[in-house]
């Protein structure tokens, strides 16, 4: 992971991007800005030429036709030209914003996994995410928009030279009425900015019910619950909510709206007043018509360019975020240490290690110290909130502990390469998430160099094998139906079992397991236990559960609660202590005790 | 799907929400209408004059008439689109509305229909990322707008000769032509490209969503999906390509005949004034005519374009809104007490399958009696609790309760006795109390309390900021507390609780619990169900011997049916193999 710290400017960003990704832009703008610079000449000239024709000396109707084609062929030419290279160029910014997509992605993939966990982060970096998010705002906004710039700076210089020469006054109210009216839009938008806060509160919250209310797993609780009416009642005072708040932006826009509505008046007045004014000085009517003409074009095209602008300005401090993102340095520094061969178990200890998750205010743990020699089989078990996950994660290197160290094999895990890291461990976690790959990309969680007879044998490890042969695809069957209407969806069990079987592809030196039975049946969990033989072997292994029937084919149980770890040894051993663990065990085999006794 | 109908449909459902919506609309058009109009005619007696006598208090007239034109058009115009823009938001949030009610009205098994569940995915889509419904609106007034408008053109330029107006109709119909062909290719494109693009969004999801990064990290799992991503990207970046490519050239096209248009109508109007039949302001007023007419055509022309790609993606949101609404339940009964509950020969499989889930079943559930039922994931334990909540109608079988076919009783007398926690229960971002009592008002706070103390919650609540008034969730708003999973689970359990019903259906509710956590549940829940029914749904073989007696599923069908005592001693027996395999681990050897 490169870390310099670049700060570029995003409007450098955004032409840096297009050097390096697809030059021909340039030349496409180029020629765009050429073209749209000559187009309009043909619509102000036509009127004059024409009209000079007709009261000049002995006009026929040949001459009308040469004009008329004359014309027809220049300005049509350039009038397709026009159109066809903005179509042209389109999709291009559509690419360049592909990329910037590409890079957040691999971003997101790539930074510290603690900043995943915080709302936080996402929530400041909301708009950020949303500027690559559509072919109208943000990025590929700003291109459309930069795209098209070039050529109204240039039209409207020329026309304003134009029109200035005939009269600097038409000018100067056309410029006062162009300028009231951006800074009127300018205005508006900020004053919408410094109600953002208040309107994403209203926004937030009208989503909610949109979200909740079309939510397909809330349906049951609505109906039996009878909360339709509630909801819709509910949405109905959120749209007002937010209507409300909409309201007083939209209000302001009106009322500042009034001052161009002056400047309008100002413009008009001089257009047309000193044109005519200039017509009884002998100006002939057919410059009269071109100069209204011209005027139009010229206030159309500074109204574009004060859009383009406003536009440009408004997306760039989304657009800044996002840049501000990928630039930012999310990554802690690693160390140069590479995984521990693989057939070579880990020793693990953590030592006087004190974790909070940020922004939160209780320690997870406090001064906690726990050391797993190579090879143990230990099961970590306590009440919920206890830490049970936090341990892993800690582990892990997903999150670094506050203070205190972590060691594998005698080297603080921060020595280790995060990626070198990741690889000495083989999780299975509660909540197994199928994506919509085949089943041998699950499973090897990769589309190269997957090895199938190792995806074969950990299936038949598994005893998913059998189930999996009888699909017409095999281990290439597409799983979630979302990718391939074919694609097959996996219960519970065959879940785990999958998850269990990508553990057991990847290999590692240390397997966790952590709460992998919670929603299985009987049976099902009983497999999984005596999966977690063939899945350890001599591998040091750490088995997480509140279920303490687990803990029978662990060597070692340590029992942690909110604050650490507060009893350890083997299972005798703490039955015959009489404490917490023993509590517990006797509280759930309570009435399998008196359920068996009753048999 | 028919354009036609999915228009209807949009058309009448946004009438529904804001008839004065379409007035405005029309409004709208009107005045843009009359801007063009009379700044195509009011410089003809500008130049008129200019051209003719030149009297200066009629050049002052003509020149504040354009002016004030302007001036009054634009504040007409900046004073309805300041009511659209509100009107706009207000009715596009409606229609999510009713999209929402439409969710929350049709039978039920549509909910669980994977097929049902992508159609709202699709419409959702729509919806968000292409607003589908205010450009739907925003093209329909430039096409209103723009069809005033010509019609308001040709009845100037009929002034003049119909034969300008039936060669500009001619060309007219040569954008017609380009535009079906277009249109055509346009609506194939977009079938196409809406799958690709929301497949694409899946895979770009899964990297925003936090659940599945742990993996993704330890498995080393992100090659994976920048290949995934990016080749989505290469997919969909060429097909744009090829898309725009071909538009390009029609808009092009396009624009060649807006240029014939103004061409000719110069040249036209122009030899009309060689006849000395016009003068000079007249051929300004009809070829500005012609100009405003071809370029309205334009515009009309985009916005048709618009409206058709809109409603190619609208189609699955027109499709869900056509489903019909839970049928008004058939039975007129009031269900005052739950005393008892029979299956007789009740066979189902989920819509569209063929696998029978419940195979023939019969059996009864006696007034007070606490059932527990007991079977291996998928043997459809959930399913017979969907039927009794009348979520589901059995394919074959009757279903009763007081020995009266449930569908015969009315529909909220009937739900309202009975309460349920599912498997996968939801709470929402009201208060902790509203989730209890599911009512904003009219609530016995003391028996609020009273069920907090049961479920053992209560020291939770208390130390929150505004206790029983703290909202759950952090969604709706920041204010919100999270609760974790256990938690959540118990306040679903006072929910089911609170609720005045005579049967308490709990399918799984402890999973998320701790040992100590689900072991007060258990012994409580006795207690707190009371002389009402019960039916509980576990995999903890534990629980079932607090039950009267315990209904066991195996692959559809009744196994057995009986007390913990009995099932124990056949050995051979579905529920001894569960009961022993949990209860083998908890041998207290001290």
């Known amino acids: 992971m490169a870390k310099k710290e670049k700060k570029k400017a995003p409007l450098i960003h955004l032409l840096d991007c297009i050097r390096l990704n697809d030059k021909t832009i340039f030349i496409l703008c180029l020629i765009y800005t050429l073209v749209s610079l000559i187009e309009p000449i043909f619509p102000i000239a036509l009127p004059k030429v024409m009209i000079d024709y007709l009261t000049g000396t002995s006009p026929n109707n040949r001459g009308i036709v040469w004009i008329a084609l004359g014309f027809f062929i220049f300005y049509g030419l350039f009038s397709f030209l026009k159109h066809w290279l903005n179509y042209y160029s389109y999709p291009r910014m559509l690419k360049l914003r592909m990329t910037y997509i590409s890079k957040q992605i691999d971003k997101l993939l790539n930074m510290d996994y603690k900043y995943m966990e915080s709302a936080k982060f996402f929530d400041e970096r909301e708009l950020a995410f949303a500027s690559t998010n559509s072919n109208e705002n943000g990025v590929e906004g700003i291109y459309h928009k930069l795209y098209e710039l070039p050529q109204l700076v240039l039209t409207i210089l020329v026309l304003s030279v134009f029109i200035g020469l005939a009269s600097p006054f038409i000018l100067i109210a056309l410029i006062i009425n162009i300028a009231i009216t951006s800074w009127v839009a300018i205005a508006v938008n900020k004053y919408e900015y410094k109600k953002k806060e208040q309107l994403s509160k209203h926004s937030r919250r009208v989503n909610y019910y949109a979200k909740t209310a079309k939510d397909f797993s809330y349906g049951k609780d609505v109906r039996l619950y009878d909360l339709k009416e509630r909801i819709l009642d509910n949405f109905n005072t959120e749209i007002k909510g937010y209507i409300g708040a909409f309201k007083l932006i939209k209000n302001r826009e009106y009322a500042l709206g009034f001052l161009s509505l002056l400047t309008l008046l100002l413009s008009d007045i001089c257009t047309y007043g000193i044109l005519t004014y200039l017509v009884i000085k002998g100006m002939p009517i057919a410059d009269f018509s071109m100069y209204i003409i011209a005027t139009s074009t010229l206030s159309i095209k500074m109204t574009n360019l004060s859009e383009n602008i406003t536009y440009i300005m408004r997306e760039y401090m989304y657009v800044k975020d996002l840049f501000k993102f990928l630039d930012e340095n999310l990554v802690e520094d690693d160390g140069e240490r590479l995984a521990v061969p693989g057939d070579i178990p880990l020793e693990v200890e953590f030592s006087h290690v004190t974790f909070k998750y940020p922004d939160t205010d209780n320690n997870i743990f406090e001064d906690f110290s726990l050391k797993i020699p190579a090879g143990q089989k230990l099961a970590l078990v306590g009440i919920n909130g206890a830490g049970k996950t936090t341990f892993v994660k800690l582990l892990t290197g997903l999150f670094t502990p506050d203070s205190g160290r972590i060691l594998i094999n005698g080297h603080d895990i921060r020595e280790y390469k995060k990626s070198e890291l990741y690889k000495m461990f083989a999780v299975v976690f509660q909540d197994v998430n199928i994506l919509a790959y085949t089943i041998a990309e699950n499973i090897a969680c990769s589309q190269d160099n997957i090895d199938y007879d190792k995806v074969n044998s950990v299936l038949k490890q598994v005893g998913l094998y059998d189930k999996i042969q009888g699909l017409p695809k095999g281990v290439n069957t597409m799983l979630l139906k979302i990718i391939d209407e074919e694609g097959t969806v996996l219960s519970g069990g065959e879940s785990q079992k999958l998850a269990i079987a990508r553990a057991l592809y990847k290999g590692g030196n240390c397997v966790i397991m952590d709460e992998p039975t919670a929603a299985l049946d009987a049976l099902a969990e009983q497999e999984i236990y005596e999966e977690f033989d063939a899945l350890t072997k001599t591998k040091t292994s750490i088995y997480i559960s509140h279920r303490l029937a687990s803990t029978k084919f662990c060597d070692v149980i340590a029992m942690i609660d909110g604050t650490g770890l507060i009893e350890y040894g083997s299972h005798d051993e703490l039955m015959k202590l009489g404490g917490e663990y023993y509590k517990m065990f006797i509280t759930q085999g309570k009435y399998y005790q008196e359920g068996g006794a009753l048999a | ?590």
């Open chain 2, 1 to 590: 799907m028919k354009n036609k109908i999915k228009i209807k449909m949009v058309m009448k459902l946004v009438w529904s929400i804001s008839p004065s919506y379409f007035f405005m609309l029309i409004f709208n058009s009107l005045i843009f209408t009359g801007q063009i109009l009379l700044n195509v005619i009011l410089p003809k007696y500008l130049i008129d004059e200019l051209t003719g006598n030149r009297d200066y208090n009629m050049l002052i007239f003509w020149v504040v008439a354009i002016v004030a034109n302007n001036l009054i058009f634009s504040f007409l115009k900046k004073s309805l689109k300041r009511l659209l823009d509100i009107k706009d938001k207000e009715v596009m949030w409606q229609v999510e509305r009713e999209f929402a009610k439409k969710v929350m009205s049709v039978e039920y098994w549509h909910l669980e229909d994977p097929y049902y569940l992508d159609l709202k995915e699709r419409a959702s889509f729509a919806m968000q990322n292409q607003s589908a419904i205010s450009n739907l609106i925003a093209n329909t007034i430039t096409l209103l707008n723009q069809i005033f408008a010509v019609i308001g053109l040709i009845a100037i330029m009929l002034q003049l000769s119909w034969v300008l107006v039936v060669t500009l109709l001619v060309t007219v119909f040569l954008i017609i032509v380009i535009q079906v062909n277009n249109m055509g290719y346009q609506q194939k494109f977009f079938s196409e490209i809406i799958p690709v693009n929301r497949k694409y969004g899946y895979y770009i999801n899964l990297v925003y969503d936090k659940i599945y990064h742990k993996d993704f990290r330890l498995f080393d799992m992100s090659k994976m999906l920048v290949q995934t991503t990016d080749s989505y990207n290469k997919e969909i970046s060429t097909w744009f390509c090829k898309f725009f490519k071909r538009l390009g050239i029609s808009m092009g096209l396009f624009q060649v005949i807006v240029v014939l248009q103004t061409v000719f109508a110069y040249g036209f109007v122009g030899s009309q004034t060689l006849k000395g039949s016009i003068g000079i302001g007249d051929l300004t007023m009809y070829v500005s005519s012609a100009i405003n007419f071809s370029s309205s055509i334009i515009s009309a022309g985009y916005a048709l374009v618009g409206i058709f790609q809109i409603l190619g993606y609208l189609e699955p949101f027109v499709e869900l809104m056509s489903v019909s609404d839970e049928a008004e339940c058939t039975g007129s009964m009031i269900l005052e007490n739950v005393d008892s509950i029979r299956f007789e020969n009740v066979t189902f499989s989920y819509p569209k399958t063929d696998k029978k889930v419940l195979d023939n079943i019969s059996f009864e559930i006696r007034k007070g009696e606490k059932v527990s039922i007991v079977g291996l994931n998928g043997a459809g334990k959930s399913t017979v609790v969907k039927l009794i909540c009348r979520l589901y109608q059995p394919d074959s079988g009757t279903i009763y309760i007081n020995d009266t076919d449930i569908f015969e009783y009315e529909h909220k007398s009937y739900l309202s006795r009975i309460a349920a926690v599912f498997q996968d229960y939801k709470l929402f971002n009201f208060s902790i109390q509203e989730n209890i009592t599911c009512k904003p008002v009219g609530i016995d706070n003391d028996r609020v309390d009273k069920i907090l103390d049961e479920v053992e919650i209560t020291d939770k609540v208390k130390s929150l900021p505004k206790g029983i008034n703290t909202l759950f969730g952090k969604e709706y708003d920041e204010e919100g507390v999270e609760f974790s999973g256990g938690q959540s689970q118990k306040i679903a359990i006072a929910r089911a609780l609170y609720k005045d019903a005579s049967l308490v259906i709990l399918d799984e509710p402890t999973s998320a619990l701790d040992p100590m956590a689900e072991a007060e549940i258990y012994e409580n829940f006795n207690n707190m169900v009371g002389n009402k029914t019960a039916i509980y749904i576990s995999h903890r073989m534990s629980s079932s011997v607090f039950c009267d007696r315990i209904l066991v599923i195996n692959k559809g069908i009744v196994e057995a049916y009986d007390t913990h005592k009995k099932l124990m001693e056949n050995t051979e027996g579905l529920y001894y193999k569960l009961f022993i395999s949990q209860a083998s681990n908890y041998n207290i050897n001290v």
